[in-house]
Nanobody, 118 residues
Framework: QVRLAESGGGLVQAGGSLRLSCAAS????????MGWFRQVSGPGRDFVAI???????????AYSDASKGRFTISRDASKNTIYLAMNDLKPEDTAIYYC????????WGQGIQVTVSS
């Protein structure tokens, strides 16, 4: 079982930046991808970004149209941690951000609030 712990959320003004972190622990050896979704309201979550890897090497990244060009996903393999650097934040980026990790199943973090004021 993979456990995920998110950090780095908070309140920021429009145009500002935040960096989210997601540290994985537990049975991480079979994990091959990690990333982020976000939830604004209601039950659905929207895809933000994903980073695929094999061992210490990143094999690919992908972004939603809303995050492309402003957000960057990265990984520190030595810490089993991924990051989401968010720049030029907009009020519509306000959401709860959930980290996920894919191995034999998808594990989710608890979620972290990001609030962007206008």
């Amino acid at each position: 079982q993979v456990r995920l712990a998110e950090s780095g959320g908070g309140l920021v003004q429009a145009g500002g930046s935040l960096r989210l972190s997601c540290a994985a622990s537990g049975h991480t050896s079979s994990t091959f991808a990690m990333g982020w979704f976000r939830q604004v309201s209601g039950p659905g979550r929207d895809f933000v970004a994903i980073l695929r890897f094999a061992g210490d090497s990143t094999t690919g990244t992908a972004y939603s149209d809303a995050s492309k060009g402003r957000f960057t996903i990265s990984r520190d393999a030595s810490k089993n941690t991924i990051y989401l650097a968010m720049n030029d934040l907009k009020p519509e980026d306000t959401a709860i951000y959930y980290c996920f990790a894919d191995s034999t199943e998808r594990a989710w973090g608890q979620g972290i609030q990001v609030t962007v004021s206008s």
